[in-house]
């Protein structure tokens, strides 16, 4: 099984690790070199915000993207903290479950494209979502590299990332694409809150779910109340709805 994940707005403000060394799917070297390089130049510029999507508040973090070569590393799981991961809480899962998240999570980068949650990388700043010079959407990029490296990889894929990165890579009819309602409507932060707590207690389970039919029963059976949709045409994922209700589980922590 593979969670794929978002990265998050909040992080850590800083590493204190060794500088940059190899990633995970290293064949992306070339591809997170080039972006790297057009990162490190665009946030040298006086209109750099404007050009990264920065809001007033994030504007001073361009500078800490000029220096990431040699900037202090930490792991990824440790650099992203916004709500998702808030209650996915990885460092608190027992040493099994934190091994299954190990072997199991993606999380999308507009900068690395992929990374695991042992990968030591330092705090930066780049939406998948930026029109990054000269490489233009990093979606767009992004793709034919995460195709070659991630089709090879099995499994069933439970998709739990928000559209701007789900753009970057699709896995066809094998992954299930998580969405989290209240009331028929969807509720941003609740559904971030949600998708945590669906891939911590899935990394709780000793037995990992092999079929969209299997993900539904297990999270039913958790006391989730969802829907699973077939795909609408060959190679679409199938669709997950995740409805709260007063009485919605939460993660078990």
């Given amino acids: 099984m593979l969670i794929l994940l978002p990265p ?6 800083e590493g204190s690790g060794p500088p940059l060394g190899e990633l995970s799917f290293p064949k992306l070297g070339r591809a997170r070199g080039r ?18 999507g ?10 800490k993207n ?13 650099l992203y903290t916004g709500v998702l991961y808030d209650n996915l809480a990885l460092n608190t899962l027992d040493d099994a479950a934190r091994a ?6 993606l999380i999308f980068s507009g900068l690395w494209g992929v990374l695991r949650v042992t990968d030591r990388v330092p705090p930066y700043r780049l939406s998948m979502g930026v029109s ?6 990093l979606a767009a990029y992004w793709r034919p590299h995460l195709a070659k490296e991630l089709d090879r990889v099995p499994g069933l894929v439970v998709d739990l990332r928000s559209s701007t990165y789900a753009g970057a890579w699709q896995p066809g009819d094998r992954s299930v694409s998580v969405r989290v309602f209240r009331d028929g409507k969807v509720v941003s932060h609740m559904a971030k809150a949600t998708r945590g707590e669906i ?36 190679a679409r994922p199938w669709i997950l709805d995740v409805h709260l209700t007063d009485a919605h589980p939460t993660d078990a922590r």
């Fill in 8 to 13: 998050s707005e909040g992080k850590a403000t």
């Fill in 35 to 52: 972006v790297l390089t057009a990162l490190i130049r665009a946030s040298k510029r006086r209109d750099a915000p404007q050009v990264l």
């Fill in 54 to 63: 920065l809001t007033p508040g994030l504007a001073g973090e361009a500078a």
């Fill in 66 to 78: 000029t220096v990431l070569r040699t900037a202090p590393t930490l792991p990824a799981a440790e």
């Fill in 100 to 105: 299954r998240a190990e072997e199991s999570v």
């Fill in 132 to 137: 990054l010079p000269p490489l233009g959407g």
């Fill in 199 to 234: 891939a911590r207690v899935l990394f709780q389970q000793e037995e990992a779910p092999s079929t969209p039919g299997e993900l539904a029963k297990a999270l039913d059976n958790l006391g989730y109340q969802v829907e699973l949709i077939e795909p609408v045409r060959v």
